[in-house]
T-cell receptor
Framework: ETGVTQTPRHLVMGMTNKKSLKCEQH?????MYWYKQSAKKPLELMFV???????ENNSVPSRFSPECPNSSHLFLHLHTLQPEDSALYLC???????????????FGEGSWLTVV | KQEVTQIPAALSVPEGENLVLNCSFT??????LQWFRQDPGKGLTSLLL?????REQTSGRLNASLDKSSGRSTLYIAASQPGDSATYLC?????????FGTGTRLQVFP
């Protein structure tokens, strides 16, 4: 238990569906992240939020839409996905308001997404 | 552009063996380096964090070293156990990015 909780753990969705992934942390951290992990590829950073403001968007397709309503919650809204979007989506958080500011980064267990 | 490489990609050893996992990076201007463990189908667990000003960190049977000038880090696992079987990832950070390697998949057999 790292203190970062992700739901659902598994999700199967059709290409025309709309779904959301949820991430919750009660560690008092100020920065939250979404990463994508595909087979045999390094983790890819998707979005970074610091103090509820998006600070980084790594050229992610618009079919992925993040939302950070407060410092403890982070969502990833999904719509019109493609089969190649099937992957493990990991949420993470760290203490400093400045991302990567020398603090340990804590990951959730991930949400396995399959797009059919 | 920072690139992180981990060698070997996979490693299989008998229980009790001491082993070393390697991580190399191309740009020495890093903020810190972290080692993570990932069990199949699970998230990442942070093992050790080494700040750029440090040379090594230890936690139990794990020891991680950092040589910024040569762009290298090693993770030493003493007296390996079957429970150590997992994928080990290193990641380096500068002020605005955390770059991961592709990991070393370790199997420790009884």
């Amino acid at each position: 238990e790292t203190g970062v909780t992700q739901t659902p753990r598994h999700l199967v969705m059709g290409m025309t569906n709309k779904k959301s992934l949820k991430c919750e942390q009660h560690l008092g951290h100020n920065a939250m992240y979404w990463y994508k992990q595909s087979a045999k590829k390094p983790l890819e950073l998707m979005f970074v939020y610091s103090l509820e403001e998006r600070v980084e968007n790594n050229s992610v397709p618009s079919r992925f839409s993040p939302e950070c309503p407060n410092s403890s919650h982070l969502f990833l809204h999904l719509h019109t996905l493609q089969p190649e979007d099937s992957a493990l989506y990991l949420c993470a958080s760290s203490q400093g308001a400045r991302p990567y500011s020398g603090n340990t980064i804590y990951f959730g267990e991930g949400s396995w997404l399959t797009v059919v | 552009k920072q690139e992180v490489t981990q060698i070997p990609a996979a490693l299989s050893v008998p229980e009790g063996e001491n082993l070393v996992l390697n991580c190399s990076f191309t740009d020495s201007a890093i903020y810190n380096l972290q080692w993570f463990r990932q069990d199949p189908g699970k998230g990442l667990t942070s093992l050790l964090l080494i700040q750029s000003s440090q040379r090594e960190q230890t936690s139990g049977r794990l020891n991680a070293s950092l040589d910024k000038s040569s762009g290298r880090s090693t993770l030493y696992i003493a007296a390996s156990q079957p429970g150590d079987s997992a994928t080990y990832l290193c990641a380096v950070s500068d002020t605005d990015k955390l770059i991961f390697g592709t990991g070393t998949r370790l199997q420790v057999f009884p």
